[in-house]
Structures are given as C-alpha cells and as structure tokens.
C-alpha cells in the first residue's frame, strides 16, 4: 500500500482494536498499545485469557466488538500468521468492517489477506504500526500533534473552499463544481465555505469518527493550527493553544510560527489570493515574530 493511502487511512481512523494485547511491560504490543493510546486513538484490548491491558477491559474475541459498542477502523494482530486466516473471519463477521487489518512486524498471512482484500479491506502485512504512523504524522514535532478532538471543525464559516480545493472535492465525490457548491457550500463573506450540521460541526464531521472526507478535505482544514492570526498574533496562539489540546503547552509563539510556517511552505498550503482563497493561509515570512522573541 502507497504511503499516501496510509496516510489518509491512518488521519480518518481513530478506533483499534488490538489483538493478542497485553501490557507486559518491555513486550512488543504493550510498546505499541501505550503509544497508540498517547496518540490519541480509541484503543480496545482483544484477549482470550487476560482481563484488562492498560487498564481497559478486554474482549475474549473479534466477535465480542459490537456487545462493548467498539467500531474498529484497525484491526491490529500481534498473532502467529496461522491464527491470522481465523481472526479475518472474525472480522468479516462485523456489522461494519475496518478500514484496515493490520499485521505487525513480522506476521504475514496469504489466506487472511485474501479474504481481508476481497472483502474491500485494505491490508498491512509484516509492519509496525507505530513505526509507521509516527514515520507520516511527525509525532516528534515539537508543537503539534492532533488529537482528532473536532475542535477545529466547529463553527460556520470558517472552511473556505479554494480554487485548488474544489477539483479535489469534485473527484472525491464524483460531481461536477456547480453539483458540490450546491450541496454542500454556502456563500460567506464571498467565498464558498463548507456547510454545517445542526451540530454547529462541519457536514462532514463525525462525533467519534473524524473527517468523513479526509484525503479530500480544503486546505484550510489541512493547515489548522498554523493560521494567520496564530503565526502573526501572539494573543491569537494563546488563546488558540488554550482551546485546542493538540497544540503544546510549553511551546514558545516564536517557535511556534516558524514551525507553522515551515509546515504551510512544505506542503504548500501558502495562499496568495485573499479575495479567493482563505486570508488564514495568506501568510509573509516577514510578519513572523524574530527567534529572539522564543
């Protein structure tokens, strides 16, 4: 699987069950279990004999998800390979199916990644997990590292789809520009920006799920928190570091804004045109506060 589609996988999941869990400590899966948890994930323990892992009650089996009201996205096995084939029919018996099944290092399994695969399931064979998701989400950053809360998708308004998000959105969904502005924009401050729910959420933000069109989603969304008012303001980074839970505490307003704007360059967030584009990403390296101030 390319990195790209894990990268997008991995954004959109936020629920793993892991099977063969245990917290002995020093083991390999009590390693990835506590890194996964710290990353911000929803972890359940999967166990025929053992009664809790990191202080979660386990589930004897796969089948056992649905009763505890688990929705896994991952199914993660620190399993022989021969008992691999026997767990993707587990899996195949949910009511609703990961989005991907994970073998760890070491474990490869030809019978469950057929049926995994003709099931639609995307597969992972013989990798680390954590070696991958902290390899794409950069968990070393020293600034940010988002926690999924939805906090940045709350409110009206504020997700302006660009010019270069709309053909994006148009491929994602299968619609021409005029069909997707229609269904799901609204006119602010003239510019189309992304319709919300009677939640006051975004319309694609899901309570416990995420984005719903993640690879997808604008570049507004993409950049969060490295705005404008937060890389320029230092009023506007605190009191956005006060509110959102991914961005770190000890972290100085100079540091900050040079990481953000590295991170804006890098992936080419950098918007020019205020009129069109979100004025958020419209950012000028002289407007930085100098290394002095960090």
Known sequence: MLLDDLRDLLGRARNIAIVGAKDKPGSPVDHVGRYLLNAGFNV?????ARRQAWGIPTVRNIRELPERGFQPDIVCLFRAPQYCGEHARE????????LIFWMQEGIRSP????LMAQAGVKVVEDRCIQTVHAALFDESSPVFSCRRCGKCCEGRGGIVVGPGDL??????????????????????GGKPTLKCGEDGFCLFFKAGRGCSIHPARPAVCRAWPFFRGNLVDEVSFSMAREDCPGIMREVSHACFAREGYRYLKDYKLLARDGLHEGRALVVEE?????????
Request: with cysteine; proline share 12%.
């Open 44 to 48: 359940m323990p999967v166990h025929s």
């Open 91 to 98: 899996v195949l018996s949910l009511p609703h199916l990961p």
């Open 111 to 114: 019978e469950a990644g057929m």
């Open 167 to 188: 053909p994006r959105l148009c491929a994602h969904f299968g619609l021409p520009a005029e069909e997707v502005l229609a269904r799901y924009t609204e006119n602010m």
């Open 286 to 294: 002289k407007e930085l506060p100098s290394e002095s101030e960090g």
